[in-house]
C-alpha cells in the first residue's frame, strides 16, 4: 500500500493529507439546519451534515490531494450514526481515488488487535459456509498505538500482508504532553526512539518498494525530533501532523522528508476544512466552504513545496 | 462512578467483572445457524448472533457480578452492525443494573480525546438550539491509553466529573510482550510505575469515597507488579484483566487487593463467556452455554473469595 501512496504523492507533487476531523462548530449553519429540518434534533442530523460537508470538502481537494485522514473520534462522538457517516466518508474517498488513512490510533492485545486490524484494514468470512467476504471499514492505512509492545502491532501487520495496507506507528505525536512519556530516557535514549527501532524491525517484515508498510506518526510541532528520527527509520514513511492549527508550519518540516521530497506526508486538519472561518479565507463565504478550503490546500502546498 | 462499583461489588461480594468479548468461535451453532438464516451472510447476522448470545449470559449472570466489560473491537471488526451490538449490549446490561465498563482503550490528543470521552461516557448536544443531549454509547467506565499523556487523559477525567463516570488508564498490560516499552528502566524505574504516579496525580482530580473514579489497569499475569502497584496507587481501583484464559489464577491476585478485599475488579472473559466449550462444563451442551457461564463465574468467585 505505502508504494501506492509515494506513487500518488508524486503524481500529485503533493506529500499532503487532508485531515477530515468535522465538528459542528466548523459546519457551516445552512448544512446543518437543512439536516435538523430533515432527521429532526437526532445524531442522525448531525452525522449526514459532517458526511455533506466531507462530500464538499472532498469534491474540491481530490485532484490535488493524494490522501484523506478521517479521524474517526470525531464520528464516534456522535454514536452509530456518526461511524455510519465516517464509513460513508470512507466509500467516498474511494470513488474520488484518494488514499483513506483512517486514524484511529487502536492497540490492544494481540487477539484484540487482531480484530481492529481486521474490521478497519481486513475483511472477515461470514455465512454457514463462511464463504462471504466482507471489508468492514475498509481504510488504506490506520495509525497504531504502540504501548502495548510487539504482540499489540504484529496483527495490524500480518492483515497489511494480507491486503496491501499499511499502518502508521504513534512514535512521537503533535500534543503538548507528548514528552511525559514518550521524551523519557532510557539508557540515555528517549523512549520514542525504542518505538522507532521497533517501527524500523517490524517494517522489515512488510516492505512495499522503497519504504514499508510499516510508517510513523511524528508531530510537526517537535521539528528536531523529525529530523533525527527521519535519520533513524529510513524506510518508514512518516506521517506528520500538527501542521497549521496545532502550530507547525513549512520551515518546520524540511527534517522530515528526505533530499528527494519523499519520506513524509503532512496532515492538516482544521486549516483545511475550517479554511472558510478563516480571516484569511472568509471572502469565500460559508455557501463556498469548499472552495476555501481547496484555497487553503494550494497554499499548503506552495508552503510546503518551497520548504522541502 | 468508582463509589457505586465498590457499592456493587460488596453487594454481590464479587469483584469480578464478565468479559462480553463474543468471537465467532465462541457462539453456539444454533444461534448463527438461526441468525444466518434470518439476516442472510451478512455483518448483521454475526452482530445479532453476538447479541443474543451476551443477553443469555448477561441474564444467566446478573445476579452474580456487578458488572460486564465489553471489548469493543469484537463488535468493531463487524462495522456498524457490530457496533451496534455493542450499543444494545451496554444497554441491555444496564436494564440488568450493571455497571458496563467499555474496554475502548482510546487515547489520543487532547480535543480528540474530548471526542471519543463526550461518545462514550458523556453527551452531546444536537439541534438548532442545542437543547436536545444524547449520550450516544454510555458505557458507565472506560478504559484510556495513556501513551499521549496528560493532555489526552485529562478531557476523559473532565467528563467523569461532569457526568460521574470513571476511567481505567492501561498502566501495566496483560499480554507477553507488554514489558517492551512498559518496563523499560527511566532513572531506575519502569515506565509503568511514571505511568502509575501519573494516575495518582490525575485521580485526586477525581475522589469518589474512598478511591478515585480514575483507576488503573494491571494484568494478572504480573502479580509481583501487581502487588507493588497496588502499593503506589493507594486510591486507585485496579481492573485485572488475564484471569483465566491467560494464564492468570486466583493465588496470584491476593496481591492486587487491599486488606478489606476492595482495591481491585477481575476480569474473565472466554472463560465465562465459551465455558460451555471447555471440557469441564461441557455437560451443560451448547444450548445451556448460558448455563454453563453461570457454572464457571461461580468457581471463579469460589476461587477469588479463597485467595484474597
Not at 504484529?154 to 496491501?164: A, L, M, S
Request: proline share 5%; with cysteine.
Amino acid at each position: 500500500m505505502i508504494s501506492k501512496l509515494v506513487e500518488e504523492i508524486k503524481k500529485k507533487d503533493a506529500p499532503v493529507v487532508v485531515g477530515l476531523d468535522p465538528q459542528l462548530k466548523f459546519i457551516p449553519g445552512y448544512i446543518l439546519d437543512k439536516k435538523y429540518e430533515e432527521f429532526g434534533d437526532t445524531l442522525e442530523a448531525v452525522a449526514e451534515a459532517f458526511y455533506e460537508f466531507n462530500v464538499g470538502i472532498m469534491d474540491a481537494v481530490a485532484d490535488l490531494v493524494p490522501a484523506v485522514k478521517p479521524q474517526v473520534a470525531m464520528y464516534e462522538q456522535y454514536g452509530i450514526p456518526g461511524l455510519i457517516a465516517f464509513k460513508k466518508t470512507v466509500d467516498y474517498a474511494h470513488k474520488k481515488g484518494l488514499v483513506v488513512i483512517g486514524d484511529i490510533k487502536r492497540g490492544d492485545i494481540g487477539s484484540t488487535s487482531e480484530s481492529y486490524a481486521i474490521g478497519h484494514i481486513g475483511s472477515v468470512s461470514v455465512g454457514s459456509s463462511d464463504k462471504k467476504v466482507i471489508f468492514p471499514f475498509e481504510e488504506d492505512i490506520v495509525t497504531v498505538n504502540p504501548y502495548l509492545g510487539s504482540d499489540g502491532v504484529k496483527p495490524f501487520i500480518d492483515v497489511c500482508n494480507k491486503e496491501d495496507k499499511g499502518i502508521f506507528v504513534l512514535v512521537k505525536t503533535s500534543n503538548p504532553s507528548s514528552g511525559e512519556f514518550q521524551d523519557q530516557k532510557i539508557d540515555g535514549r528517549p523512549l520514542y526512539e525504542l518505538v522507532a527501532d521497533k517501527v524500523n524491525e517490524w517494517g522489515l517484515t512488510s516492505m512495499d518498494g522503497d519504504y514499508s508498510n510499516v510508517g510513523a506518526v511524528v508531530g510537526a510541532t517537535y521539528p528536531e525530533m523529525g529530523a533525527e528520527l527521519r535519520r533513524l527509520m529510513p524506510k518508514a514513511y512518516i506521517l506528520v501532523p500538527g501542521y497549521g492549527a496545532q502550530g507547525g508550519s513549512g520551515k518546520d518540516l524540511k527534517g522530515f522528508f528526505n533530499s528527494d521530497g519523499l519520506g513524509a506526508i503532512v496532515n492538516s486538519s482544521r486549516g483545511i476544512i475550517a479554511a472558510y472561518q478563516n480571516e484569511k479565507y472568509a471572502s469565500f463565504g460559508e455557501k463556498a466552504f469548499a472552495d476555501a478550503s481547496r484555497a487553503a490546500v494550494e497554499d499548503m502546498l506552495k508552503d510546503i513545496r518551497e520548504n522541502i
